[in-house]
């Protein structure tokens, strides 16, 4: 089934609890946030402080994204601080089977990422061990950002290999993912859409959720 994650990284910060509220209302069902730490990408954002009070206002699984060298060192603090998901770049792991090895055993869903210019291809070997794959269909560190189409081709390519080799990972995909972009993703082979500036940028992030998320099950077929 096709999910909505709405991400924190395009909600007003002042109300935050209420946007997500609003947000879980049209039918998010799991909380994407980025966590950037100004040098893999070029943002500072939020980290396992703020995870920590998530977890006190929202029941929703919290889906953590690490944008930041040496995620190993964190992985522990987002555990504790009630994480659900982790998810590590590819770019970023000097010793990949070893992050997501220690994801899992702190008790959350381990995630694997790739940037734009990286091939999917390049993960086949720790495809078994992930509950999904994040695709980044824009470079990471900005919301707002546009789709970049050639995300697609790598959406299919990971859709034809969790069916050869027989797995269950879910793919997700984040940057531009919006009203127009959203059923040519779905149709490609994505089952976890996170979207930003969709759902919080007009300030009705109940209304545009619902509406985001009622065009990606039709294109799903649902």
């Known amino acids: 089934m096709v999910e909505l994650l709405p991400s924190i990284l395009s909600a007003d910060f002042a109300h935050l609890a209420g946007q997500i509220a609003a947000a879980s209302r049209g039918g998010g069902s799991v909380v994407h946030v980025d966590v950037m730490d100004g040098h893999f990408v070029p943002n500072i954002t939020i980290g396992p ?13 919290l ?11 964190f992985i522990p603090a987002f555990a504790e601080a009630g994480a659900d998901w982790v998810s590590v770049h590819y770019e970023t792991c000097r010793h990949l089977h070893r992050s997501l090895e220690l994801i899992a055993c702190h008790g959350m869903k381990p995630g694997v990422v790739v940037n734009p210019a990286t091939r999917v291809d390049l993960l086949v070997e720790i495809l078994p061990m992930v509950h999904h794959v994040l695709v980044m269909s824009v470079n990471p560190g900005f919301g707002g ?5 050639f995300s697609l081709d790598k959406i299919r390519r990971l859709a034809q290999l969790r069916q050869e080799l027989g797995l269950a990972f879910r793919i997700e995909v984040d940057g531009g993912v919006t009203c127009e972009t959203v059923a040519r993703i779905v149709r490609a082979g994505a089952d976890l859409l996170v979207a930003g500036n969709a ?24």
């Open 199 to 222: 759902i919080f940028g007009a300030g009705r992030p109940e209304e545009d959720a619902r509406a985001l998320l009622a065009l990606a099950r039709q294109a799903a077929g649902e």
């Open 145 to 149: 950002q546009k789709f970049i189409e």
């Open 63 to 73: 889906d953590c994204h690490l944008m930041i060298e040496n995620p190993d060192a």
């Open 49 to 61: 402080v703020v995870v920590k009070s998530l977890r006190k206002v929202t029941r929703l699984p």
